[in-house]
């Protein structure tokens, strides 16, 4: 049998390919402590579309879907595809393709960030509602459609249940059922019933609106809060900004029914952010702190655990980007975690 585990690694565009760079000597650093793993490096971006007009060709993604155990991916967007076409059938293809339901964001604030000890998760369904892409635009009118299937509501809910009861802390739903009655009806419906198939979990839902004011009051009793693409995507924006910024938080979408070989893929929470691409002011912590939950992901907790180290071990010792206060570039950033690895 085969164990040699197969990572494609995505750099993508604008900062994607400057964190990137400080991500991947963390697998050779692995495969240096004797995991045994394969890295293929893809070229899908907005570069290579603007060169080729390929976005993620078919055979390539047979090729990720089936050969590959996760992903690796940098960011995209790029001011010259204003459109985010390219963006659209690259990474929103694979989390919907690749059944990524379950995107898992953590906001655990490192050393020097005046909010050392607070722990939040945010699990945010990856594949549907407000970012289904479909609607159109008319004369005078314009129509996003959120479409929520009750199999991908129940696959987050069942994995956001799961956590709060493996850390036994509360579970907060985030939704707006007071008004998107049938897409957060839907949502209300599944929580209701998990709630039931997890007595223990002290579990709540709370208008979306109402559960912002209450994070940035006081965010330290949620534990884990769970919330449908859209809301997902804002409400892990303001938990980011706990944990010191965009630049330092990480994510991994995973498929939980596992559909397909590859079943996992790990990418900072931040964008492209072209405004200080190859400036060389890019964080690279959320790629690194990615980087590592996908050691977790794939069984590998000691590699994990000692990335994570050494990026608190870094920062407490003052190392820093431009964003946090700090004037180290990427490069330096990526080798001040680095040479603090065991
Ligand atoms: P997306 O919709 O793809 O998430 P976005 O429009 O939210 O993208 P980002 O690219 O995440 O935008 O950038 C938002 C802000 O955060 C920008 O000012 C950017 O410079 C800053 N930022 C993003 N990533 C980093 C990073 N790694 N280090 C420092 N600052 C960052």
Redesign the pocket.
Known sequence: MDVTTRIALIPGDG?GPE?MAEAEPLLDWARDRGRRLDVVRLPFGAEHFLATGETLPETAFAELRDGADAILFG?V?DPRVPDGRHAEAILLRLRRELDLVVNFRPCQPLPGTGTEGLHLEVFRENTEGAYCLQGSTEPGRAVDLAVHTEVAVRRLLEAAFTRAEERGCPLTLAHKANVLKHGHGLWMRVFQDLRGAFPQVPARGMHADALLCALVQDPAPFGVIAADNYLGDLISDLTAAFAG???TAPSLSWAPHRPFRCAALAE?V????P??AGKN???PV?MILSTALLFRHLGWEPEARAVEQAVAAAMCDGAK?H?LGGSLGTAAMGWAIRERLP
């Open positions: 900062a964190v960011a967007g910024g965009m630049g900072p931040h964008g492209s952010a405004d200080i002011l890019a964080n959320g980007t964003d």
